[in-house]
């Protein structure tokens, strides 16, 4: 008998649909004659002309030209600033101002509005000049970006506190936090929620100098990238503006050599300058700052001038004199570099010593030794950098001559040998075959 095995594949499934997006995207639609018109009244009447070489009509980008500004006592350089619409279809328009000096570093600043004169407003009232600083006789061109005054004490008010709740370590703490109210009740009022006391800052908001008039509520300058070259380094400044991070310095230099510096270059600053970390072609660190406005803002500036004049005065002297100048910062560093290993290990030594404590069944602090590993974890997620275990190094004096390297490719001691070697008898045995100014030997026209 034969027997017929019939394989059923199921029912076939549609395809499903492709999810619809949450706002109905449109296309880009250039600038016509027309849109220009009608965008270039409160320009013109400030004496602005557009460059069309520079504007891009298909991206909506139109470029006004540039406007020297020459140096004078606050700021010694001399630079040029550029405006530049970003027009959108619906919505805000985006205003930004791009002012360079003569070496190439350029800065932004950036303004979002709907009204076009109420957007030249607020960019005229921060001066061009603020852009650049000179610390040493090094200029530092500085990026900022307009953004509610408000928004800052909401931030300060709440946002922290919401973003951590958010985190894994917030909902464990919330855990805890409930778990100890329950069983200690009012002997645990610390971990109740206070009252929310008003903010000092916020009637000195309203006095700042700073500050830029809108018809929506003060606006401020909030500084979000820096670019300076010292020497042969180019230091790049990131500042993260919404969580209160600690600020990123990436140092780079020019292509075909190499940076070649201590991890406690910047370090040995001060206690908030975090040591270099090497990534493959440049080196990242990072300076903890003020985490809400105005203070942030201005404590990165000065952070960042002291930066520049420390990198200034460490890579005009030689490598070997940064130990003999920096010796007692960079022990410092060492043991601020050891502290969280130097912590982990104290928990650790103290641990057997529990079992010698005479604590009753309902007491805080059994109840903290017993919830230790969770209180340790949520402090670890909350922390704004993550701490890194290392047994660091010692500090030594500097051996290389010099702050940079020249990148040379080089070969194995074999391929040297063999290199050196080859040469030699291909050119004696090619010799007739190319001379005459590349003509072909007669043998080789004879065999055709």
Not at 71 to 96: F, I, M, N, S, T
Not at 238 to 267: I, Q, S, W
Not at 373 to 392: D, S, T
Request: proline residues 8%; glycine residues 6%.
């Amino acid at each position: 008998m034969q027997q017929v095995r019939i394989v059923s594949k199921g029912p076939r499934i549609l395809p499903q649909p492709k999810p619809r997006p949450l706002r109905p995207t449109q296309p880009l639609r250039p600038l016509t004659h027309h849109d220009i018109l009608a965008l270039m009244a409160p320009f013109t009447r400030r004496g602005l002309h557009a460059d069309m070489a520079a504007s891009r009509r298909e991206d909506r980008v139109l470029a006004f030209k540039a406007e020297a500004i020459p140096a004078d006592a606050d700021c010694p350089v001399d630079l040029r600033a550029q405006l530049r619409l970003e027009a959108a279809q619906v919505g805000k328009h985006r205003l930004v101002r791009q002012v360079w000096d003569a070496g190439g570093l350029t800065a932004t600043l950036t303004a979002d509005g709907a009204d076009l004169d109420t957007l030249l407003e607020q960019l005229e009232q921060v001066p061009v000049r603020r852009h650049f600083a000179v610390y040493d006789g090094v200029p530092v061109a500085r990026s900022y970006l307009l953004e509610p005054a408000s928004q800052a004490l909401s931030q300060r008010a709440g946002a922290g506190a919401r973003w951590a709740a958010q985190t894994l370590g917030g909902r464990l703490w919330q855990a805890v936090r409930v778990g100890a109210e329950r069983l200690l009740g009012d002997r645990l009022a610390f971990l109740r929620r206070r009252p929310a006391a008003p903010a000092p800052q916020a009637a000195a908001d309203t006095t700042d100098e700073q500050l830029i008039d809108d018809a929506d509520g003060p606006l401020r300058a909030v500084i979000t990238e820096a670019n300076v070259r010292v020497g042969p380094v180019h230091l790049n400044l990131k500042a993260d503006r919404f969580n209160g991070m600690p600020v990123e310095l990436k140092l780079t230099t020019d292509a075909g050599v190499r940076l070649k510096v201590p991890e406690d270059l910047l370090a040995v600053i001060g206690w908030h300058y975090r040591p270099l970390r090497q990534i493959v072609s440049y080196w990242r660190g990072s300076i903890r700052v003020a985490t809400h406005e105005p203070q942030r803002t201005a404590d990165i500036e000065a952070k960042l001038g002291e930066v520049v004049r420390h990198l200034s005065a460490t890579l005009a002297a030689p490598p070997g004199e940064f130990h003999q100048r920096h010796q007692g910062a960079r022990w410092r560093v060492t043991y601020q570099r050891a502290v969280p290993m130097l912590f982990l290990l104290g928990i650790m030594a103290a641990t057997p010593g529990i079992q010698w404590l005479d604590m009753a069944d309902n007491s805080v602090l059994r109840m903290l030794i017993f919830h230790a590993p969770p209180f340790m974890l949520v402090g670890f997620f909350l922390m704004r950098e993550m701490p890194r275990f290392e047994i660091p190094p010692l500090p030594r004096r500097l051996v290389q001559r010099d702050w940079v390297v020249r990148v040379t490719d080089k070969q194995s001691p074999a391929s040297e040998q063999a290199s050196a070697a080859e040469p030699a008898a291909p050119t004696a045995a090619n010799a007739d075959r190319f001379a005459g100014d590349f003509h072909r030997p007669a043998a080789a026209e004879a065999e055709g």
